[in-house]
């Protein structure tokens, strides 16, 4: 997923063996691999092909004992490109640095200290999330809810992305690792669309694509009308009757 320019990824991690944290898909066949492995082939292969900032999504199912250990894991295995303290934001107070300062991998007492600016809190609604979220907290929704959301209160969720980061990921009963299509909440400026990257088709087409732009990097400045409030963007919405228009493309051998 790193060399393929991924720029997020979920780590589930769960107590293992001889105080050894592991990794797995919970409560499923999938193999069990050492956390201490997965954050050593991200040491190796984070900044392979881009040298923009890496966001560790930790799902912590770990007791405190072995937090303590990933903890360690973290700072020894990762070092210097792991960001243990805030920029220098003196120009910009409020709002988060550009993927521009480069080389920060964020992750979840000793691990928690290491969650820098992606704090993650639940979500409760648009308003709620105006009058007491923080810049550095962002909310993680399953594809359902935000499916919902993007349908009823779309010009929302545009005013919301544009202060807050937002992570979409795919639901549970996907339990044979598909995909959906993530256009739509691209559409309403969601930064972190989760897909499952082992899954071939149409939805990681659409990320490849997506992503290819701005040299492959793994990170694309969403259009001036999902940053600027002036545009009252809503994806719902066809102005001047305009339809839009369908085009199939062919590789011709």
Same mark, same amino acid.
């Given at each position: ?41 991200? &040491? ?35 070092? &210097? ?9 003196? @120009? ?5 640095? +550009? ?10 007492? !000793?691990? +928690? ?10 979500? %409760? !609604?648009?308003? %709620? ?7 550095? &907290?962002?909310?993680?929704? #399953? ?15 545009? *005013?919301? @992305? ?21 256009? #739509? ?5 969601? *930064? ?19 992503? *290819? ?20 963007? @809503?994806?719902? !919405? ?12 062919? *590789?011709?051998?």
């Amino acid at each position: 997923a790193l060399r393929r320019g991924c720029r997020c990824l979920e780590i589930d991690c769960w107590d293992g063996p001889s105080a050894e944290p592991i990794v797995y898909h919970g409560h499923t066949l999938t193999s069990k691999i050492l956390f201490k492995d997965v954050i050593t082939t991200v &040491e190796q292969h984070a900044f392979e092909v881009s040298p923009y900032p890496v966001i560790l999504s930790l799902e912590n199912h770990c007791t405190p004992t072995q937090q303590d250990v990933m903890a360690q894991y973290l700072t020894s295995i990762l070092g &210097e490109k792991l960001l243990a303290t805030s920029l220098d934001l003196t @120009n910009q107070p409020g709002q988060l640095p +550009s993927p521009n300062r480069k080389k920060a991998a964020v992750v979840a007492e !000793s691990l +928690s200290n290491l969650v820098i600016y992606t704090k993650s809190v639940k979500f %409760h !609604s648009f308003s %709620h999330a105006r009058e007491h979220q923080q810049y550095y &907290e962002n909310t993680s929704l #399953g594809e359902k809810k935000a499916h919902k959301l993007v349908k009823t209160s779309a010009p929302d969720f545009v *005013q919301h @992305n544009m202060v807050f980061i937002t992570r979409i990921y795919p639901a549970a009963s996907r339990t044979l690792s598909s995909n959906y299509n993530p256009q #739509g909440f691209w559409n309403v400026g969601s *930064q972190m669309v989760a897909l499952n990257f082992q899954s071939l088709g149409l939805p990681m087409d659409l990320n490849n694509g997506r992503f *290819q732009d701005n040299g492959g990097c793994g990170y694309v400045l969403k259009p001036l009308f999902l940053r600027t409030n002036q545009w009252g963007f @809503n994806p719902n !919405s066809y102005r001047h009757n305009l339809k839009p228009a369908h085009l199939l493309l062919k *590789q011709h051998r």
